[in-house]
């Protein structure tokens, strides 16, 4: 005689319920309920198909397929009590059903498992995610874009060890990341793809040797194909790895650029601005106005990787098909995305709040000797002098600039002839940041020109 305490579900072998502790680390209906609406329209997918395909009655069917519509709205408004003794979201859902249309609930199962129900669910969940996130990076590159255009010929300094390396533009500086973001887009296109083959009618692992028909459900739920191997289907979770790894990159790209906006608002840079609405204040200093959701964001990569790491650590020794280790999958995945979808609304609110702080980055980008690249490649094009030469000549002139207290500009042509006597008065024309910049017009440079094809090649890309 089986004991009342046993599960509803699948209690049928069972002489007793499970141990609390057994419940506590058994559920997962504490964080899988965030895909309820999936596991309702892959049900209500599987319910057509099996009215379809003359598996069960169509009248069962509609009764299914409408009660499971009262359930949905009764989670929407907040009217549903969660069961951890029903374990998870799909047994919750199963077990309301049943209160609500009574017998043919139980046949909503017929011919799949919790093993393809559940991938199917986290799928249909992830492949939303993606979509947000194309949204949101196509937002933030068109955030980069307006201020890359803004400034497309403001000049400041381009660094390499962060040290001043050569003068560059605005627009460059922003395009570089647009660059990043674009490439972060096209993974999330990429993965979307890949993913998008339906798990469902997999069954618990082997199929099932009911008439269904795969291509339905897998049409009705927006995927591109049944997945061809039902113990790949059941067991592959690389739609999960592949989304935080381009979460991860992604968020790398955000660090980088949090980090770069948290140097240039210093007060010892200056070069930006972030608006009130994306800073806050100290409780005890009254001058500060501090970076912080660009610190978090620099930060937020810390927790996405970790996710990334994790499913890799759960995943990499399962043997196929299903293991129950695989439900460790989902809160990871939870996370990241809320983190990531944070970080990408944050970063864009900032870009399009920011002001580049112009005066700044124009006496910047003249000074630490940013154009002695410039000096050097004047004697190689004019006076014909070897590359090697000519950098050691700009050498001693630098040294010169930096005994005399000035920059390379300030140096009298007597003082530049000490180096090279063949040096004219036309070499100060390539000293100007100005002038270097514009000077930069191979495929990809930093001269405006360049910038501006480059944007309106993305805006085209976009559009
Ligand atoms: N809650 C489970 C998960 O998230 C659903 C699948 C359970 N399947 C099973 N055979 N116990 O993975």
Same mark, same amino acid.
């Given at each position: ?16 319920? *499970? ?129 890359a255009?803004?400034g497309a010929a403001w000049v400041m300094?381009g ?6 390396a050569q003068p560059v533009t605005w627009g460059h500086h922003?395009m570089a990341?647009?660059e990043? $973001? ?35 459900? #897998? ?7 049944? #997945? ?10 690389? $739609? ?30 200056? $070069? ?13 200093? *009254? ?49 990241? #995305? ?24 124009? #006496?910047?980008a003249?000074?630490?000797?940013s154009t002695?690249t410039d000096l050097a490649d004047w004697?190689v094009r004019v ?13 001693? /002139? ?12 300030? /140096? ?17 024309d390539v000293l100007g940041v100005e002038n270097s910049v514009a000077s930069r017009t191979s495929y990809g440079g930093t001269a405006p020109d360049q910038v501006r094809t480059q944007i309106a090649r ?6």
């Amino acid at each position: 005689m089986t004991d009342k305490s046993a599960n509803a579900m699948w209690g049928g072998r069972f002489a007793a319920g *499970p141990d609390a502790i057994m419940e506590a680390i058994n559920a997962s209906i504490g964080f899988d309920q965030r895909m309820a609406s999936q596991d309702i329209a892959g049900s209500r997918a599987h319910a057509a198909m099996l009215g379809a395909t003359g598996i069960v009655d169509t009248k069962d069917v509609d009764a299914i397929r409408e009660g499971l519509l009262t359930v949905l709205s009764e989670i929407e408004a907040g009217d549903f009590a969660f069961s951890t003794a029903l374990e998870d979201i799909h047994m919750n859902v199963e077990a309301r059903l049943k209160e609500v249309i009574g017998e043919p609930a139980g046949r909503l199962h017929t011919g799949r498992s919790r093993n393809d129900q559940v991938a199917t669910d986290f799928k249909l969940w992830v492949r939303d995610q993606l979509d947000a996130a194309d949204g949101a990076l196509v937002s933030l590159i068109g955030a980069l874009l307006e201020q890359a255009e803004a400034g497309a010929a403001w000049v400041m300094p381009g660094f390499t060890h962060l040290q001043t390396a050569q003068p560059v533009t605005w627009g460059h500086h922003m395009m570089a990341y647009v660059e990043m $973001f674009g490439r972060d887009l096209s993974r999330v296109r990429d993965a979307r793809t890949r993913m998008n083959e339906s798990p469902l009618g997999a069954a618990a692992l082997a199929g099932t040797s009911f008439p269904i028909d795969r291509h339905m459900t #897998a049409e009705a739920l927006g995927f591109d194909r049944p #997945a061809a191997n039902s113990l790949d289907a059941v067991s592959d979770r690389d $739609f999960a790895l592949e989304f935080l790894n381009v979460a991860s990159i992604c968020a790398m790209h955000l660090s980088r650029f949090a980090e770069e906006l948290v140097i240039w608002s210093s007060a010892q840079f200056r $070069f930006v601005t972030l608006s009130d609405r994306f800073s806050t204040g100290s409780s005890i200093m *009254p001058q500060k106005k501090n970076p912080d959701a660009a610190e978090l964001i620099r930060a937020k990569v810390g927790r996405i990787f970790g996710a990334n790491t994790a499913l890799m650590m759960v995943m990499k020794g399962l043997p196929l098909a299903y293991s129950k280790d695989m439900q460790e999958d989902k809160e990871q995945v939870f996370d990241a #995305a809320d983190n990531w979808m944070l970080a990408l609304a944050a970063m864009d609110g900032m870009v399009r709040d920011m002001t580049a702080n112009r005066a700044h980055l124009a #006496a910047a980008a003249g000074s630490g000797f940013s154009t002695a690249t410039d000096l050097a490649d004047w004697l190689v094009r004019v006076l014909g002098l070897p590359f090697r030469d000519a950098h050691h000549i700009t050498g001693s /002139l630098v040294a010169l600039a930096e005994q005399q207290g000035c920059d390379l500009p300030d /140096l009298t042509l007597d003082q530049m002839k000490s180096a090279h006597d063949g040096i004219t008065d036309s070499v100060f024309d390539v000293l100007g940041v100005e002038n270097s910049v514009a000077s930069r017009t191979s495929y990809g440079g930093t001269a405006p020109d360049q910038v501006r094809t480059q944007i309106a090649r993305w805006k085209d890309l976009l559009s």
